[in-house]
């Protein structure tokens, strides 16, 4: 087939949409498709254009058997709903032009909107009208009631246009998916044909990330005692993930007086626009400690040094989005504490796994994270299932196969040309994110 991708979020970032886009691109070239990506320079999580990268300027590269073509892009200093808009908006505008050249040239077969952001999509339905192509929309949040929980549209009419504007999308694609199987019942109450829509979760390499049953190199690097006990959050910082409840839950620790909530190291790896604010508010606090997001190619080991690991959640965006830091998290073969309520996704996703406690009750965190500390036995036991859910529903190879199936029904191309498994993995998963910036 040949395939053309639109989507702001793109390899090389480590996390988030861009992660998945470039590594279901990569996969997809690997099959023998033809796939050309337009999208714009890396800047998540951070919110700054990555080195190597220019904000203004088209340009075309070679990434993983891919034809990536870069779209200038606005990103804002301050991250505000106004800034956000003027953001999206930006690479909505500048890559009509790259998306309609592609088009040409690549004469597509099928048309690939990755949400966010909806403000491309319009290009995509046109030249997939003019090229005869399928067209499919992936999405990968809400973008619309999540911009509106986080009070990011400055007027009421605004969001009204927003919302009409995404049904009337949901309605003209062929194939719309998303990552959960909520999201999935969300997109037909949003107007989506019951019939096109489809689950396409967020996967994980097996492989790549696995329970490291040795020494940690990187726990020796940041010189993390043996004996100290790590609650690990490891992602990006935004509004939307709630992080202060981390801030909080490590000051009622703080002052518990017994040895084991005392051992605690609360680790927070990653960065974004919260970064800043929440260092601040933890600046007098022994047992909080930030880093920085590790390469790739140490994610795993990043991840084995969590004893436990945490994701917060904001009660006002569940089941508007799937954490893509869960699969990771649950292939490490760890227990995850999450703050979600009981009847959403999440919860349903770590049964067995994980420990759920309301959003944005640090009380309750801390009590599940000391019940954690005081029972091995328990933390073995839910790492080991929640290794077994990564291997059994969100291996790679599986997960990308299927869907690479769906494509090609869709796209009137016959059966899936499914590969031997140890031929597929020629490349891990996981090597995506790391690419050259300058291309291969």
């Given at each position: 087939?040949?395939i053309?991708i639109?989507?702001?979020n ?9 992660k998945y886009?470039?590594e279901?691109?990569a996969w ?5 498709h033809?796939v050309?990506m ?10 700054q254009?990555g080195?190597?990268y220019?904000?203004w ?5 070679r ?12 990103v ?5 709903g106004?800034?956000r808009?003027?953001?999206v908006?930006s690479f909505?505008?500048s890559s009509?032009?790259a ?5 040409l040239?690549?004469?597509?077969d ?9 403000m491309?999509?319009p290009v ?6 003019l ?5 499919w929309?992936?999405?990968?949040d809400?973008?619309v009631e ?14 009204r ?5 995404e ?11 998303s990552i ?5 019942d969300?997109l037909?109450?949003k107007?989506?044909?019951?019939d096109?829509c489809v689950l396409f979760?967020?996967w994980?390499?097996?492989d790549?990330?696995?329970p490291?049953?040795h020494?940690n ?10 004996g100290?006990?790590i609650a690990?959050?490891a ?6 993930h709630?992080?202060e ?5 490590a000051?009622?620790l703080?002052?518990?007086?017994d ?11 990653g960065d ?15 047992n ?7 390469p790739?190619e140490r994610l795993?080991?990043?991840l084995?040094l969590?004893?436990i ?5 904001r009660?006002?965006i569940?089941?508007?989005v799937m954490p ?12 995850v504490?999450a703050?979600?309520?009981p009847?959403?996704q999440l919860?349903?996703a ?11 009750d640090?009380a ?5 994270i ?8 328990l933390?073995?036991?839910l790492?080991r299932?929640?290794?077994h859910?990564?291997e ?20 009137g191309r016959g059966?899936?040309r499914?590969r031997?498994a140890?031929l597929?993995?020629v490349?891990?998963v996981?090597?995506i994110?790391a690419?050259d910036p300058r291309g291969e």
């Amino acid at each position: 087939m040949r395939i053309l991708i639109v989507g702001i979020n793109f390899a090389p970032e480590l996390t988030g949409v861009g992660k998945y886009t470039g590594e279901m691109a990569a996969w997809l070239a690997r099959l023998g498709h033809s796939v050309t990506m337009v999208t714009a320079p890396p800047y998540y999580p951070s919110w700054q254009v990555g080195p190597g990268y220019r904000r203004w300027g088209w340009r075309r590269e070679r990434w993983k058997g891919c034809t990536v073509i870069r779209c200038p892009l606005y990103v804002p200093r301050r991250v505000s709903g106004i800034g956000r808009l003027i953001h999206v908006a930006s690479f909505s505008l500048s890559s009509i032009a790259a998306a309609i050249a592609a088009a040409l040239r690549a004469k597509p077969d099928l048309v690939v909107a990755i949400a966010p952001t909806l403000m491309s999509s319009p290009v995509t339905l046109a030249i997939a009208r003019l090229s005869g192509a399928k067209t499919w929309l992936h999405v990968q949040d809400f973008e619309v009631e999540v911009a509106a929980q986080l009070d990011l549209f400055p007027y009421i009419g605004l969001r009204r246009v927003a919302v009409a504007f995404e049904r009337y999308l949901l309605q003209r694609f062929n194939l719309v998916s998303s990552i959960s199987s909520k999201m999935v019942d969300r997109l037909v109450v949003k107007g989506a044909a019951k019939d096109r829509c489809v689950l396409f979760p967020n996967w994980v390499d097996i492989d790549a990330i696995r329970p490291i049953d040795h020494d940690n190199p990187l726990r020796r690097e940041l010189q993390l005692p043996e004996g100290r006990t790590i609650a690990l959050y490891a992602g990006s910082m935004g509004e939307k993930h709630g992080l202060e409840i981390l801030i909080d839950a490590a000051r009622r620790l703080a002052r518990a007086d017994d040895a084991q909530s005392a051992s605690l190291l609360i680790l927070v790896a990653g960065d974004g626009p919260e970064r800043l604010r929440l260092q601040a508010l933890a600046q007098d606090l022994p047992n909080i400690r930030f880093i920085d997001l590790q390469p790739v190619e140490r994610l795993n080991e990043l991840l084995n040094l969590a004893d436990i690991h945490l994701l917060p959640q904001r009660a006002d965006i569940a089941d508007l989005v799937m954490p893509s830091k869960l699969g990771p998290m649950l292939a490490s073969g760890r227990p995850v504490i999450a703050t979600v309520a009981p009847e959403t996704q999440l919860s349903a996703a770590l049964a067995g796994s994980g420990v759920i406690v309301p959003p944005g009750d640090a009380a309750a965190l801390v009590r599940a994270i000391q019940r954690l500390i005081a029972d091995p036995a328990l933390r073995q036991r839910l790492g080991r299932t929640a290794r077994h859910q990564a291997e059994s529903e969100l291996n790679a190879e599986q997960v990308l196969n299927q869907m690479e199936g769906r494509l090609r029904t869709l796209a009137g191309r016959g059966e899936p040309r499914y590969r031997d498994a140890a031929l597929i993995a020629v490349a891990p998963v996981a090597e995506i994110s790391a690419a050259d910036p300058r291309g291969e």
